[in-house]
């Protein structure tokens, strides 16, 4: 049974600093692994999607990387910004479009 | 109209009624997703469809009855819930056909439900 996890669960830096949010998974058959956003009292949007057989993608200032050996992936998030305040979830991703959740790194960027 | 809609934003409901969440889509997905997201939970994928089919039903009591009637619109049928049922429910919809899930999931902002 795949389960995902987060760490940590709290996040909170000052304003331009680099950060890293982890995430690991129990089983490496996976089929992707997919990073959200979230905001108070709203959705999810997503930010990469990491195919099994890629082992990064970027968008902006974010990069995420997937290592399904070890059975981890990063979110590294460069030169933060108020702005980036949320919680993040990362979520294991089977060949059914059942996707496992973590419970979330909730990072608060301070000005 | 963009994305993917929920209606009510909220709701309250007692453990006798019967109420109906609805979810639409405007971005030609087949595929559409309800989860559930409880208070210090991960999100629990609840029912998927696939082209207006059930393909997966996560051990879901039957207080949860879906409805898929075409591609672009999901139903939530609920009745006689418990307290513990209370959560935002999610709606979320992909391109993903045949086992091609390689596509992000576009979530709705959810329906937050209370129950009484």
């Known amino acids: 049974k795949q389960e995902v996890t987060q760490i940590p669960a709290a996040l909170s830096v000052p304003e331009g600093e680099n950060l890293v949010l982890n995430c690991s998974f129990t089983?490496?058959?996976?089929?992707?692994l997919q990073w959200f956003r979230q905001d108070p009292g709203k959705g999810l949007t997503s930010l990469l999607l990491?195919?099994?057989?890629?082992r990064e993608q970027t968008s902006g200032r974010l990069n995420a990387s997937l290592d399904k050996s070890s059975g981890r992936s990063t979110l590294y998030i460069a030169a933060s910004q108020p702005g980036d305040s949320a919680t993040y979830l990362c979520?294991?991703?089977?060949?059914?479009?059942?996707?496992?959740f973590g419970q979330g790194t909730t990072l608060q960027v301070k000005p | 109209e963009t994305g993917v809609t929920q209606t009510p934003r909220h709701l309250v409901m007692g453990m006798t009624n019967k109420k109906s969440l609805k979810c639409e889509q405007h971005l030609g997905h087949n595929a559409m997703y309800w989860y559930k997201q409880s208070a210090k939970k991960p999100l629990e994928l609840m029912f998927v469809?696939?082209?207006?089919?059930?393909?997966e039903n996560n051990s879901v009591p039957s207080r949860f009855s879906p409805e898929c009637p075409n591609s672009s619109h999901l139903f939530l049928h609920l009745h006689t819930l418990q307290p513990e049922d209370s959560a935002l429910y999610l709606c979320a919809s992909s391109q993903g056909v045949g086992g091609q899930y390689n596509s992000p999931l576009h979530f709705g902002n959810g329906t937050r439900l209370t129950v009484t």
């Open positions: 979520a294991a991703g089977g060949n059914t479009g059942k996707l496992i």
């Open positions: 469809y696939s082209l207006e089919e059930r393909v």
């Open positions: 990491i195919q099994s057989s890629q």
């Open positions: 089983d490496s058959a996976i089929y992707n």
